[in-house]
């Protein structure tokens, strides 16, 4: 098993550009999870999704969207980026029907927004 | 929701010294998990332990539910031990959803 795989690990935007960041999971996890951390912070929740079809807001979710069509995949795109968007992104994903499961990282992806 | 509180900040220790790690939550949980990321950035889940007490090695952790804490001991403390350790807690009411502490930071000296 590759566990949960994002891409890219790197990317320079600059102010307004969009991207997609990708996360895959092949573990049949039913929970999938985007967290954001900023230099010597913790973890932010910006989206989650409990299975195929269904998302739910984070603590920080806006300027980001996110899609669940596959089990597999839960790729989170960022409209309009800005400065305040420069951080690390993880994705995650748990199996558990109440999502109390273990949580597995991805490696991150580092953006920033110039 | 629920508050995730993680004590000391920071710690310096020598290799070969042990230590503990805090953390207390605001409300009773089903979910408390202990996580280390390593200076490379990669968080790496070392316990899943809503309640009682585990051990993995060097490490060993538990939960004291009632009492609504974690506690994440390291003995003999290595270099690779390095890094930031968070504690991650969940409770259903609040949705499904593990809230973050802000990390211990270790820094392990040869």
């Known amino acids: 098993n590759a566990g949960v795989t994002q891409t890219p690990k790197f990317r320079i935007l600059k102010i307004g550009q969009s991207m997609t960041l990708q996360c895959t999971q092949d573990?049949?996890?039913?929970?999938m999870y985007w967290y954001r951390q900023d230099p010597g912070m913790g973890l932010k929740l910006i989206y989650y999704?409990?299975?195929?079809?269904?998302?739910d807001k984070g603590e920080v979710p806006n300027g980001y969207n996110v899609s669940r069509s596959t089990t597999e995949d839960f790729p989170l795109r960022l409209e309009l980026a800005a400065p305040s968007q420069t951080s690390v992104y993880f994705c995650?994903?748990?199996?558990?029907?109440?999502?109390?499961?273990?949580?597995?990282f991805g490696e991150g992806s580092r953006l920033t927004v110039l | 929701g629920i508050q995730v509180e993680q004590s000391p900040p920071d710690l310096i220790l020598q290799e070969g010294a042990n230590s503990t790690l805090r953390c207390n939550f605001s409300?009773?949980?089903?979910?408390l998990q202990w996580f280390h990321q390593n200076p490379w950035g990669q968080l790496i889940n070392l316990f899943y332990?809503?309640?009682g007490t585990k051990q993995n090695g060097r490490l060993s952790a538990t939960t004291v539910a009632t009492e609504r804490y974690s506690l994440l001991y390291i003995s003999s403390s290595q270099t690779t031990d390095s890094g930031v350790y968070f504690c991650?807690?969940?409770?259903?009411?609040?949705?499904?959803?593990?809230?973050f502490g802000a990390g211990t930071i270790l820094r392990v000296k040869s």
């Open positions: 995650a994903s748990s199996y558990d029907r109440e999502g109390t499961g273990e949580l597995f």
């Open positions: 573990m049949n996890h039913n929970y």
């Open positions: 999704s409990v299975g195929a079809g269904i998302t």
């Open positions: 409300d009773s949980v089903n979910n």
């Open positions: 332990i809503p309640s």
């Open positions: 991650a807690a969940q409770r259903w009411e609040y949705g499904n959803k593990l809230v």
